[in-house]
């Protein structure tokens, strides 16, 4: 009998710890997806110092969660952790943003061929989802739910490729495109037309066309919104900020 009461006693203890540990994931979870949507929205602009305690007493809870939710940023490259001098938001930079697209550009345009030789109804479901939320978005005025759905939409994508071991390059990549764009897009833009913007790549997956879903995903991710002409003309009409 105290054998057996000394091992309940022993699983309840790491069955609680076990839920502990379940509870604060979520928490920093939570806590680094309130701070990437302020950060990519701006609300927290490049170069701002952010404070473990501060944010501790934010979120009420301990500072290890939010060193963690600051790990998982860090990760995504959103913030810089520097030994001694604390941790800062991440700038965002026109030269950065272009290395990122040309980058982006060769991982999913290469990608293509094999997304084809995998592309089938339930893919297209799932990416005719992403889309429609892009568009729900765009209606709701909301820029940040429209770049989540709208890296869902790439992501979804390229998973068809099985490319596993490239596919965390590209998301970094997106969030990055996405950013600089929200940080340097003029007022009401259009977001609807971002959103109908995926329509062409959709179509050219579902007939099949891997030269026009090459040449879609090309044009799509070369000529951003508001940044003028393609990156890949040359330097001379290299984007600037708010064009």
Known sequence: MAAESFDDQGSSKMGRARQQMRRSAKR???????????????????????????????FECSQSTVREALMFLQTDGLVERL???????????????????????????RGVTRVLSRFGPFLRKELEADLDGMRAAAKNDDEYQLSLHDRNFHLNLYSAADMPTVRPILRR???????????????????????ERHVAILD????????????ALSHHITTIVDFGPSILTGDAEKPEPGQ
């Open 28 to 58: 920093s979870h939570v806590i680094f997806e309130s701070l990437q949507k302020e950060i990519m929205l701006g609300q927290l602009p490049p170069g701002t110092t952010i404070l473990e305690l501060e944010l501790a007493n934010r």
């Open 83 to 109: 030994h001694h001098r604390g941790t800062f938001v991440a700038d965002s930079r026109i030269e950065d943003a272009r290395e990122l697209i040309l980058i982006r550009h060769d991982i999913e345009c």
């Open 173 to 195: 990549c997106l969030i990055h495109n996405h950013r600089f764009k929200i940080l340097n897009s003029e007022p009401n833009r259009g977001l609807l037309e971002t959103a």
């Open 204 to 215: 050219a997956l579902a007939a099949g066309d891997e030269t026009n879903a090459v040449q």
